[in-house]
């Protein structure tokens, strides 16, 4: 007769947010965990897209540390997804601004020097390209990134979560905490602004 | 007036808004068509649906940065340090505890702390003059380490007449006894006058060929009893002792061990009813406070050192009926103190006959 193995990752398979909420606030500390191991990687994506990824980890600590402290004042109204991505949105603003007042005081404030250096895995090889189109994949994405960078804040915020998030207008408007007019007009803005900086 | 008017010319906003909402599926289907036949219309409009087409599919396409190793885990161990104590643990149980909240419970803590140490009532008097005419509310005070020396306290207003070296005993021998303390002492006493840093007019040794028979000294238990119970003091020396509350308050005769002389003692001001390692007879137990002594004891001539208790079984007037030694003390007893004992009587009589016995202390250094 053949036991099923158990296996390392058996009884850790994500809940859904709504029970993982539950089991933290009953005081299993586990259901944490999984929520940190089943956000983690959007949130260090949210944050590396609005700071950098340098500053990315510092940007997801802070979010799940406040996270950690305030899921109590979870309700439930928007998903959990939301309720972190207004968390971490608010760390990479304040982040950021910390980052700017530094730079504005040792450096100059137009130099970036993050902007000219590739991301991590951006050189990853596609297997189908030749080195010269790899080449020019790799600067048309960092283009693109210095150009995401380069945009006022609240239409980067606004496009990131749409474009490369993939949040809906909703949910955006409830990140953003504006009407769901003016995220609508921020992002049309910010893709225009977007062509403008890329032509 | 034309079916199917030309589209209404668009500024680029609100051109660039409808292609965004378009390409986003935002735009109802009244207004999806109307952009539709603009696009088909106009070839710049077209151009720039166009691109911002390929840029939204290239913001599609970015690829996700990589998390960096074994980022859940730190994000884990950062929460676990920050979050360490007794917030955490009590969390295990499902108790939450914002730093605000915990703030506002610390910051009350602070304050009711502050609050109670700066509106702390004054220290109440031990007694008040109404409390010191009853005698079961005043306190016994500790007894100072004796030194053998004699230092007499006078008060200013007694300075005139006691400070005179006749404060010292000189008078023909009379029995060392018990005698009763005025009233008044009591009261003054309670006033806190005796409680108050001394004036320290006279300080001297007693002569040592003073008689210890020569004086009688006022304990420090009978001043409840009536002044007029008391008997005549038969020295001026105790009368001055007994008639200033402060030498009746702060001194004591003793017998030095193995001599004949007497020591005028005064100990520092003490609280009426204070006890002190004399020559005495002092009550103790549950009637301490109630019962007094009304007639003197006498314990001159008995040989110290002894200490012992003794139960004194009383009759409805206060007199002493039996006597019977308790366990313990130290020292042999002298054979005459029974017969001593018997002869007390105790005040007042209403408490002696409810007491029907008191336990004293009897000491002879």
Same mark, same amino acid.
């Given at each position: 007769m053949i036991m099923p193995v158990r296996t390392l990752h058996e009884g850790r398979e994500w809940p859904g947010d709504e029970k993982a909420v539950a089991r933290f606030l009953g005081g299993d500390l586990t259901a944490f965990d999984l929520i940190v191991r089943h956000y983690s990687g959007m949130i260090f994506a949210l944050?590396?897209?609005?700071?950098?990824?340098?500053?990315? +980890?510092?940007?997801?600590?802070?979010?799940? @540390?406040?996270? !950690?402290?305030?899921? +109590?004042?979870?309700?439930?109204?928007?998903? @959990?997804?939301? !309720?972190?991505?207004?968390i971490a949105l608010n760390r990479a603003k304040a982040r950021q601004g910390t980052l700017a007042r530094m730079r504005k005081v040792f450096t100059s404030p137009r130099v970036n020097p993050e902007d000219d250096q590739p991301w991590p895995g951006d050189e990853a090889p596609d297997p189908a390209a030749s080195p010269e189109e790899q080449a020019v994949a790799v600067e048309q994405r960092a283009n693109l990134r210095k150009a995401i960078r380069n945009l006022p804040e609240e239409f980067r915020a606004a496009v990131v979560l749409r474009d490369l998030e993939g949040l809906s207008y909703d949910d955006i408007a409830r990140v953003l905490s504006v009407p769901i007019g003016t995220v609508r007009s921020r992002i049309a803005r910010g893709r225009a602004a977007l062509l403008e900086e890329l032509s | 007036?034309?079916?199917?008017?030309?589209?209404?010319?668009?500024?680029?906003?609100?051109?660039?808004?409808?292609?965004?909402?378009?390409?986003?599926?935002?735009?109802?289907?009244?207004?999806?068509?109307?952009?539709?036949?603009?696009?088909?219309?106009?070839?710049?409009?077209?151009?720039?649906?166009?691109?911002?087409?390929?840029?939204?599919?290239?913001?599609?396409?970015?690829?996700?940065?990589?998390?960096?190793?074994?980022?859940?885990?730190?994000?884990?161990?950062?929460?676990?340090?920050?979050?360490?104590?007794?917030?955490?643990?009590?969390?295990?149980?499902?108790?939450?505890?914002?730093?605000?909240?915990?703030?506002?419970?610390?910051?009350?803590?602070?304050?009711?702390?502050?609050?109670?140490?700066?509106?702390?009532?004054?220290?109440?008097?031990?007694?008040?003059?109404?409390?010191?005419?009853?005698?079961?509310?005043?306190?016994?005070?500790?007894?100072?380490?004796?030194?053998?020396?004699?230092?007499?306290?006078?008060?200013?207003?007694?300075?005139?007449?006691?400070?005179?070296?006749?404060?010292?005993?000189?008078?023909?021998?009379?029995?060392?006894?018990?005698?009763?303390?005025?009233?008044?002492?009591?009261?003054?006493?309670?006033?806190?006058?005796?409680?108050?840093?001394?004036?320290?007019?006279?300080?001297?040794?007693?002569?040592?060929?003073?008689?210890?028979?020569?004086?009688?000294?006022?304990?420090?238990?009978?001043?409840?009893?009536?002044?007029?119970?008391?008997?005549?003091?038969?020295?001026a020396v105790t009368s001055r002792a007994v008639a200033d509350e402060r030498v009746a308050e702060g001194v004591s005769l003793q017998k030095a061990a193995g001599s004949d002389t007497t020591r005028l003692r005064a100990s520092a001001p003490q609280a009426a009813g204070a006890l002190r390692s004399a020559a005495s007879a002092q009550v103790v137990g549950k009637a301490e406070g109630t019962l007094s002594f009304s007639t003197p004891a006498r314990l001159d001539g008995l040989a110290g050192p002894f200490e012992g208790s003794y139960r004194l079984g009383l009759d409805g007037s206060g007199r002493v009926t039996d006597v019977a030694r308790l366990v313990g003390g130290s020292g042999s007893e002298p054979s005459g103190l029974p017969a001593r004992l018997k002869e007390l009587t105790f005040a007042p009589v209403e408490a002696a006959r409810a007491a029907g016995s008191v336990d004293v202390k009897v000491r002879l250094p």
């Open positions: 944050a590396s897209r609005l700071v950098g990824p340098w500053e990315a +980890e510092e940007v997801v600590q802070e979010t799940f @540390l406040r996270a !950690w402290r305030g899921l +109590e004042s979870f309700r439930g109204d928007a998903s @959990l997804k939301t !309720w972190l991505y207004t | 007036m034309s079916a199917n008017p030309q589209p209404r010319p668009f500024v680029t906003g609100d051109l660039d808004l409808l292609i965004s909402r378009s390409l986003d599926g935002d735009l109802p289907g009244e207004e999806e068509r109307e952009l539709k036949s603009l696009l088909q219309a106009d070839s710049a409009a077209r151009a720039r649906y166009d691109a911002m087409a390929r840029l939204v599919g290239r913001l599609e396409e970015l690829p996700d940065p990589e998390p960096p190793f074994a980022l859940s885990t730190r994000v884990r161990t950062q929460i676990d340090d920050d979050t360490r104590g007794l917030a955490a643990s009590l969390h295990r149980f499902g108790f939450y505890f914002r730093p605000a909240t915990v703030g506002v419970v610390v910051f009350g803590i602070v304050a009711v702390v502050i609050s109670s140490t700066i509106m702390v009532p004054p220290p109440k008097p031990v007694a008040t003059v109404a409390e010191a005419t009853d005698q079961s509310k005043v306190q016994p005070a500790p007894v100072p380490e004796e030194d053998g020396r004699v230092n007499v306290f006078f008060a200013e207003s007694a300075k005139k007449a006691d400070a005179s070296p006749a404060a010292v005993p000189a008078a023909p021998a009379a029995p060392v006894r018990i005698a009763a303390a005025p009233a008044q002492n009591r009261i003054d006493e309670a006033k806190g006058k005796m409680r108050q840093e001394p004036v320290l007019v006279a300080s001297a040794e007693s002569p040592r060929e003073k008689k210890e028979e020569s004086v009688a000294f006022a304990p420090e238990r009978d001043a409840q009893a009536p002044t007029a119970a008391a008997p005549a003091p038969p020295s």
